[in-house]
């Protein structure tokens, strides 16, 4: 079984941190592309959010054009901001994640993520039209 295997293997099972712990040992040479939107993936589903941020980063100037690359990076943009105690923080977070998810439509995304994404800019507005209060 090839590592992307094993990858989905571990997807499908919600063994993400197995996905994480691979990539991660794995010599800098070995460490290509797909494999490093595999690791954000995985932090994405492990709620490390941060750390997806800064691989999505590292593969910016690769894959921002793709719809994939824009909805993986919403989606830990929008997780991040729900996790953020500021709220002007949470707002230019969900601003970026906004942006993010409608780039992705105007990319021709596959059917699932196009829905997705749908969904994210609903919430978005929801949290951005929301009331602030204070506890």
């Not at 941020?53 to 590292?58: A, M, T, Y």
């Not at 921002?64 to 105690?85: E, R």
């Not at 929801?126 to 602030?132: C, S, V």
Request: proline share 4%; glycine share 4%; hydrophobic share 35%.
């Amino acid at each position: 079984m090839t590592l992307r295997e094993q990858i989905d293997c571990w997807f499908q099972s919600g063994e993400h941190e197995h996905t994480v712990q691979a990539i991660l040992e794995l010599p800098g040479s070995e460490c290509t592309d797909e494999l490093m939107g595999e690791l954000a993936v995985a932090y994405n589903n492990l709620g490390e959010y941060q750390k997806s941020i800064l691989v999505l980063e590292e593969l910016r100037d690769r894959f921002c054009f793709t719809a994939s690359w824009q909805y993986h990076m919403g989606y830990a943009l929008y997780y991040s901001a729900m996790k953020t105690p500021a709220p002007e923080k949470t707002k230019s977070l969900l601003l970026k994640a906004q942006d993010a998810f409608l780039t992705a439509l105007q990319l021709n995304p596959k059917e699932h993520v196009r829905q997705d994404c749908l969904e994210f800019l609903q919430w978005i507005r929801e949290d951005l039209g929301a009331p602030k209060t204070t506890s």
